[in-house]
């Protein structure tokens, strides 16, 4: 018998504004996430991966579509969805006036929870913390900071744990370190995690199920090996001095697809091996100025399904809490 | 709800003693009116003994300045609130099975008892510039109530206009906006007799005017006037209450 599912979502959309002139940021989108998995949500700023996460958490709405998280109703039964998750914001969000303990105080009257200190005690001796709970946590490090959010996030013992892009903006060092403790309390605590990323090789270190969510929509589903192995061919990046006509490339054995990138030609083959040496005598070589090989990857899959990179369009960082979580971060 | 509205409440208060510059600005604004109006106006209050009640002006002065901080203390409860949504704070609080109305409770009280911290330093003032204070405890504690009543008012009503705000700017223009017309509508700085009639009118609804005469009323005369203990009541009443059903539908999270 299968696991239950930790997360459940059939036909879930989102829009923003009125149905003429609004955004459509979830279309449609259906998910099972069964328990104890770690799930990755990938895809590029602006794809959705926060706003499904705001409505599986009950701070949006939903528009249609239903959604279950830890067996409850997100809509019926938002407060006891609430009393079952936890959240790891993408901004480390803390009270700066108060300790480590003091934020977990708060944290458990929110939670309203009655014996709540060995457990804290222990997420703080687990995070190597607990020498330092009483000091103000605007003196603490990037990471110490991240470790207490996390500790929030499970101090109640939740279901569920919800990851918006944990490790945005952080060093590579940092960055290692939270995988680390993801996989860490993954774990120890059984938790299942639901993890956003717009980080391909996060989504492939971390992750047993992944989703790629582009403009509101899931567009491939499984675990890193199974989407890897969908496209079974590999990406050529070409760019050349001349132009080269579409038919001129499509016409070489091996390519299954070209499609022009900026000044570039991506050029998808059943094998780079079989394709270069003919690539060599359909084109003259002193033409070409760089020449680039995917072999099968998160990153391919996504260019396959999408046509373009992952953070090919982003926009720069506009949301104001991410730019104070910048600049503290540049503080500290 | 007990467990989550004890918490955020405490954070309210938590914060604002750990905030010195606020601590203090909070405490120095009401005091300066004391001192530099008070002050100017005392000599001609002298002569005018019979419409002010009292030869010392601070002695009438202080009940109206205390009103008055009372209205100002709304504010710093709608900047909290604009603080946590812009932070995310108010997202993380609500990923809890907190909801929307414990929110605006914490900070309606939260803020009402920023406004309450004013009282000992005003008083203290008072005393130093000649004010003799000889109130009964249960006195003091109609005065205090009355006070808390404003306080929470006002409170509650700024919330309730900047639900919806993540703007800085909005509780200070919303103050800017209230304060003047609502301050020199009442009793507070001087006695509300010689009013034209539409002011007179205005004064009759002023929450600010009752606030003020409560505390007169004890200062000078040792007598409670219950008619105004008992509107402040109803004005706290009736702001928390909108207040609440205004939260819990259109409190903006970020």
């Known amino acids: 018998m299968s696991a239950p599912a930790a997360i459940e979502v059939r036909d879930l959309s989102k829009r923003y504004g009125s149905p003429a002139n609004g955004v459509l940021a979830l279309d449609r989108v259906t998910l099972s996430i069964g328990s104890g998995q770690v799930f990755g949500l990938l895809g590029p700023n602006g794809a959705g991966k926060t706003t499904l996460i705001k409505v599986l958490t009950g701070i949006s709405d939903i528009t249609s579509g239903d959604a279950r998280v830890a067996g409850f109703d997100v809509r019926s039964e938002s407060l006891k969805v609430r009393a079952r998750i936890g959240w790891v914001a993408a901004e480390v969000i803390l009270d700066d006036d108060f300790s480590a303990w003091e934020n977990l105080w708060l944290q458990a009257k929110l939670q309203d929870l009655k014996d709540w200190e060995d457990r804290a005690r222990h997420l703080l001796q687990y995070f190597s913390l607990l020498d330092r709970k009483d000091e103000k946590v605007n003196r603490y490090s990037t990471g110490m900071r991240k470790k207490l959010e996390i500790s929030l996030a499970l101090l109640h013992q939740p279901s569920v744990i919800f990851m918006d892009e944990p490790t945005i903006g952080l060093d590579v060092a940092t960055r290692r370190m939270l995988w680390d403790i993801i996989t860490g309390i993954h774990k120890e605590f059984g938790v299942t995690i639901l993890l956003t990323t717009h980080y391909i090789e996060e989504a492939d270190a971390l992750c047993g199920q992944i989703a790629i969510i582009d403009k509101g929509r899931i567009i491939a589903q499984g675990s890193p090996s199974e989407l890897k192995s969908r496209i079974r061919a590999d990406i050529v990046q070409l760019e050349t001095s001349d132009g080269i006509a579409l038919a001129t490339l499509r016409a070489i054995p091996g390519v299954q697809d070209a499609w022009p990138q900026g000044n570039d030609w991506m050029i998808r083959v059943a094998s780079s091996e079989e394709f270069l040496p003919r690539l060599f005598r359909a084109i003259p070589t002193d033409h070409i100025r760089r020449i680039s090989v995917e072999k099968p990857s998160l990153e391919t899959v996504f260019l396959d399904l999408t046509g373009r990179r992952l953070g090919q369009d982003d926009e720069p960082m506009r949301d104001i809490r991410k730019f104070y979580a910048q600049m503290r971060r540049a503080r500290s | ?254």
């Not at chain 2, 419409?51 to 709304?74: A, D, Q």
């Not at chain 2, 812009?86 to 909801?99: Q, Y």
């Open chain 2, 1 to 254: 709800m007990r467990s989550q509205l004890w918490g955020l409440y405490v954070r309210e208060v938590l914060r604002t003693f750990r905030n010195p510059f606020v601590l203090l600005i909070t405490v120095v604004q009401p005091f300066m009116w004391l001192a530099f109006f008070g002050s100017g106006f005392a000599q001609y209050a002298k002569d005018l003994a019979s419409v002010y009640g009292t030869s010392n002006y601070i002695e009438f002065l202080l009940p109206g300045v205390l009103s008055t901080s009372m209205l100002s203390v709304g504010m710093f409860g709608s900047m909290s609130t604009i603080q946590d949504k812009r932070f995310g704070f108010m997202k993380r609080i609500l990923i809890t099975p907190t909801s929307k109305e414990v929110i605006f409770l914490s900070k309606a009280l939260g803020s009402a008892t920023r406004g309450l911290i004013q009282i000992p330093v005003m008083i203290a003032a008072a005393i130093a510039f000649g004010v003799s204070l000889s109130l009964s405890p249960a006195e003091w504690c109609v005065w205090i109530l009355g006070l808390l009543f404003t306080a929470i008012g006002f409170s509650s009503l700024f919330l309730a206009i900047t639900a919806r705000s993540v703007d800085w700017q909005t509780p200070g223009v919303v103050s800017n906006f209230i304060t003047m017309p609502l301050m020199f509508s009442s009793a507070a700085l001087y006695p509300s007799s010689g009013f034209p009639t539409w002011m007179k009118v205005i004064s009759a609804f002023n929450p600010i005017s009752y606030t003020a005469t409560l505390g007169r009323d004890l200062v000078l005369h040792g007598s409670v006037d219950w008619v105004a203990a008992g509107y402040l009541a109803i004005f706290a009443s009736g702001l928390l209450a909108i207040g609440y059903v205004v939260s819990a539908k259109w409190l903006k999270v970020e």
